[in-house]
């Protein structure tokens, strides 16, 4: 099994920054990608950012130039740095994984539970 933990969110101020966390665990032989999503009240998810092994970071245009997605692999964590926030970054950012955990090469989705970001004067 295999688990992520997301944390970092909260409320900011417009133009402000936070630094999303996201801590794989459990049964993990190799992690192909690591992404983060969000989800506003009453839209579809979305994605932010990707960040497949051996390729470079993928941002959606709403995103580019202010916030970074990185990885840490001996910890197992990936990061998003939000910079220059606004109020349509509200969202509830979820982290999402695919891993490998078995020798076989069968890949598996995972999602973490999610973590609030409010961007509000």
């Known amino acids: 099994q295999v688990q992520l933990v997301e944390s970092g969110g909260g409320l900011v101020q417009p133009g402000g920054s936070l630094r999303l966390s996201c801590a794989a665990s459990g049964s993990i032989l190799s992690i192909n990608q690591m992404a983060w999503y969000r989800q506003a009240p009453g839209k579809q998810r979305e994605l932010v950012a990707t960040?497949?092994?051996?390729?470079?970071?993928n941002y959606a245009d709403s995103v580019k130039d202010r916030f970074t997605i990185s990885r840490d692999s001996p910890k197992k964590t990936v990061y998003l740095q939000m910079n220059s926030l606004k109020p349509e970054d509200t969202a509830v950012y979820f982290c999402?994984?695919?891993?490998?955990?078995?020798?076989?090469?069968?890949?598996?989705?995972?999602w973490g539970q999610g973590t609030q970001v409010t961007v509000s004067s």
């Open positions: 960040l497949t092994t051996g390729s470079n970071p």
């Open positions: 999402y994984a695919i891993v490998r955990t078995t020798p076989s090469g069968r890949t598996y989705q995972y």
